[in-house]
């Protein structure tokens, strides 16, 4: 049989697909363009990927009429009744139980009676490993060592979706990593749906398991894919100074870099507290990117507290912003507060934020200009058909070589700001 896999949102889907992809090869199914089974990986971070989830499996279902339309994810997790009356759907899964991706296939093809197979009692879900070492197409393989979150933070939907925080077994993320390492894989992305609480519910420091993986012998590159300021500890902070194969970058979420904002957020830290840790980093890597994640239009959000969120993200000096509209979603405190934000002021603080990334990515990269740096060649890019990748830095790159140089260290003189 013949199978697709379509994947939608954030970093641990695409580890999950790939691990999904894996199972299927495994069963002696082939990947093929006019597949027998479409599986869609579903996202419910907001309104709009809800949206795209439901898009999607009508597509699919409409594309391929004879196929067995699967759906995971968090968007299924959900709206598993809806997704199979409505979207043509025949198996749904949830955020767990996609290792019975096969059990439940064969059991659709012999009774054609359709299936939904998830565990609502989300806040008690073990950690469901793969068992199998998904080798990515990309040059930059993910490693998933954590699965849902335990904050709550007043506006997010991952906690009633992914479950509560639970780590994966280190020997099994040892393991993974070295045979990636093994089959030539440069960069290895750490990630969870909330990183670094890998180990609190097991007793182990994320910032030792991190040690003994940049320990591992051949692993060129190292990157968190995610930390909160509250989560990196001294421990941590010495690996950055430590280990030339620690990425030189932190992608740190702010949200806000308004007080009163991260109050009603119910984040974990304060804007004091966001800029010391980032100055107690800079100590040990003073030219370090730092990259995050901002939220505007939160409910209530003023005009002076936007302002406030502006001054302070230039205060930081990050390199780069992802910048989010506030999205309200259902269930959540964030939904029902007073004083939502017009979406066209909404649309205004975030080309505000937009134009100052920019800014401040140009200050950062410019520094970079006529410097040696080291890059691992990704992939073609369509426009300019360079071959382009990252450095340590998060600084993209782009070198007019041949195909044959993808997956490789390059050293080269940075030039261009892209
Ligand atoms: S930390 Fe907050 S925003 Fe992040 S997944 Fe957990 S609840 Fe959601």
Do not use: W
């Amino acid at each position: 049989m013949k199978f697709k896999i379509v994947t939608l949102g954030c970093k641990v889907n695409g580890y999950e697909s790939n691990a999904v992809r894996e199972q299927f090869l495994l069963h002696g199914f082939i990947e093929d363009k006019n597949p027998d089974v479409v599986v869609i990986n579903t996202c419910s971070v907001t309104s709009v990927a809800d949206q795209k989830s439901r898009q999607h499996i009508r597509k699919y279902h409409r594309d391929f009429p004879n196929a067995i339309i699967v759906v995971m994810g968090c968007y299924s997790q959900k709206n598993a009744e809806y997704i199979l009356s409505n979207c043509g759907a025949h198996i749904v899964l949830g955020t767990s139980g996609r290792n019975t991706i096969m059990q439940c296939l064969n059991e659709y093809i012999s009774t054609k009676v359709k299936i939904i197979n998830i565990n609502n009692d989300v806040r008690h879900l073990s950690y469901e490993d793969f068992n199998v070492i998904a080798l990515p197409k990309s040059t930059r393989a993910y490693v998933k060592i954590q699965d849902g979150c335990n904050n709550f933070c007043s506006y997010c939907t991952i906690p009633y979706t992914r479950g509560q925080s639970r780590s994966r077994n280190r020997l099994s993320i040892i393991n993974e990593i070295k045979t990636l390492v093994k089959n030539g894989y440069k960069e290895i992305v750490i990630t969870g749906i909330h990183t670094a609480h890998y180990g609190l519910d097991i007793k182990e420091k994320f910032s030792d398991l991190m040690e003994e993986i940049l320990n591992i012998e051949g692993l060129y590159r190292v990157r968190v894919s995610s930390i909160e300021e509250s989560e990196i500890d001294d421990h941590f902070i010495e690996l950055l100074a430590k280990y030339k194969n620690i990425a030189n970058h932190l992608h740190m979420p702010l949200q806000s870099g308004s007080p009163t904002v991260l109050k009603r957020m119910h984040r974990k830290y304060n804007v004091e507290d966001f800029i010391a840790k980032v100055n107690k980093i800079r100590v040990v890597k003073p030219d370090i990117a730092i990259t995050t994640d901002v939220i505007v239009g939160f409910p209530g959000e003023s005009e002076e507290e936007f302002l406030e969120t502006y001054e302070f993200i230039k205060k930081v000096g990050f390199s780069e912003l992802h910048v989010f509209p506030f999205s309200a979603r259902e269930g959540t405190l964030a939904a029902n507060m007073d004083n939502q934000v017009d979406e066209k002021i909404k649309a205004q603080r975030v080309q505000k934020l937009i134009e100052l990334s920019n800014e401040l990515h140009h200050q950062y990269a410019s520094k970079f200009i006529g410097k040696e740096v080291e890059v691992i060649l990704e992939e073609r890019n369509r426009k300019t058909s360079l071959l382009s990748g990252f450095t340590s830095n998060y600084l993209r790159v782009s070198v007019d070589l041949p195909d044959s140089y993808k997956g490789k260290i390059y050293k080269t003189i940075y030039e261009v700001i892209e």
